[in-house]
């Protein structure tokens, strides 16, 4: 088959590095990829966010599968246009993928089928916004109803810090139009973690649980990133956790889509609260975190692209699901600066060397007169297995020593910090 996958980053790298495994995929391509990706899949000039562009493409080059990873062109209605083209694509349609493009439609869907949140209400009048902040008081979660690239959500410590936040969003318009409207929520207690499931509209099958860490500096200080690093399987999801969050939010979740007659097929991400009182949704995604999806699939054991068929054809409780009994960590090397400000065409060195011993995938790199060269806020990252958690830690650690840029920034407790 000759396949292609839509995207740039750090997890298009690893759904590449997988599908190239498969004896199926007898080319594989990649719109518009990066440095390393170009390693495993022919990289096409194409952005990510053209829908017309894309599915020209992928029609004028005869694929047979288009894999849509991102956020963005999913919300835009890639698949749908892929699919109106005779082109098969994994990925959920527009009308599923709004779980994650509105907040305020995945809460109002929580609420109607009883799927254990945070307590919220949502809002598009500013004054309305504040006056519930003064009156519900701190610790309070401001969150922008669109997407926003991971940065939408504010857990503001003090009112004013929420105030702060909702004005900026809905009135300094600091995200545009996604902060038009936001939803202000409680400040929920405990750790976070994320299960990434398959699903094909009416089965789920849940993937290793993995933990995120979201936050710029060491004990999770500093703003919100896309992540800088993430473990599997984290130690607070327990055998009785897991069976609950199956039976309370996986499947009421996937039975809720179908019901409004939004089928989800593809992966969804489900962030979590493990509370006092059970695991709590924090919120939906419509396709695999970033980079979360480095350190679940490098323990993936069966075919990727046949799981990918079976979700968009309704085989999901037929295809074959196995995973290394194994650890796995994913270390985010990012710019200086990051996630403000930070500057790009550093050539990078040490990647040979941790390649012995890790996977490096790449996010935001570029090739320049034959040297790998910085291109994004996050670089690199460096994923490792290990018999054990605090093993796995070790060995990514030890993989990332050689690989060294200009101002080069990472957590140094990935693991460690929960």
């Known amino acids: 088959m000759k396949v292609l996958v839509v995207g740039s980053g750090g997890r298009e790298h690893a759904i590449c590095w997988k599908l190239a495994q498969s004896p199926k995929v007898r080319s594989l391509y990649c719109a518009p990829g990066n440095a390393g990706i170009a390693q495993v899949a022919n990289c096409v000039d194409v952005k990510a966010t053209d829908v017309d562009g894309m599915v020209k493409w992928a029609k004028d080059n005869a694929m047979d599968f288009v894999v849509v990873a991102p956020d963005d062109p999913l919300a835009l209605g890639m698949v749908d246009a892929l699919e109106a083209a005779g082109i098969p694509a994994f990925g959920p349609r527009a009308d599923a993928a709004i779980i994650e493009a509105s907040k305020a439609f995945s809460k109002e869907l929580m609420k109607k089928y009883r799927i254990p949140t945070a307590k919220y209400e949502t809002f598009t009048d500013l004054s309305a916004a504040l006056s519930y902040i003064e009156a519900q008081g701190a610790p309070i979660v401001v969150k922008a109803d669109g997407l926003a690239l991971g940065k939408g959500v504010v857990v ?3 009112v004013d810090e929420a105030k702060t936040a909702a004005r900026e969003m ?6 545009g139009e996604s902060g038009s409207t936001v939803v202000i929520e409680e400040c929920m207690t405990g750790p976070e973690v994320t299960v990434l499931a398959f699903a094909d ?3 789920v099958r849940p993937m ?3 933990q995120d860490h979201k936050r710029a500096y060491n004990g999770n200080q500093g703003p919100n990133t896309g992540g800088m690093g993430a473990i599997s399987p984290p130690p607070q999801y327990t055998p009785d956790v897991a069976e609950r969050c199956m039976d309370e939010i996986f499947l009421p979740t996937i039975q809720a889509l179908k019901a409004e007659g939004r089928p989800f097929k593809g992966v969804i991400y489900f962030g979590l609260m ?3 009182d059970g695991p709590k949704v924090v919120e939906y995604n419509a ?3 970033d980079p979360e999806c480095q350190t679940v699939l490098s323990l993936l054991d069966s075919d990727l692209l046949d799981i990918f068929t079976a979700c968009r ?3 999901l409780d037929k295809v074959d699901c196995r995973w290394k009994n194994s650890a796995a960590c994913c270390l985010v090397l990012a710019s200086g600066g990051y996630p403000a400000d930070y500057k790009k065409g550093y050539p990078i060195s040490g990647l040979d060397e941790a390649g012995k011993s890790a996977i490096v995938f790449h996010a935001g790199t570029a090739e320049k007169d034959g040297h790998i060269v910085t291109n994004g806020g996050r670089v690199l990252g460096v994923t490792a297995l290990g018999s054990t958690l605090d093993e796995a830690i070790a060995n990514a650690y030890a993989a990332a020593k050689p690989i060294s840029f200009t ?8 693991g460690h910090a929960f």
């Open 201 to 203: 509209g009416e089965h």
């Open 287 to 289: 396709r695999f975190g």
């Open 156 to 158: 503001a410590a003090t």
């Open 313 to 315: 054809e309704g085989t």
């Open 208 to 210: 290793p649980a993995s």
């Open 407 to 414: 101002d080069m920034h990472f957590r140094t407790d990935i």
């Open 170 to 175: 809905m009135e300094g318009k600091k995200l």
């Open 274 to 276: 493990i509370t006092p």
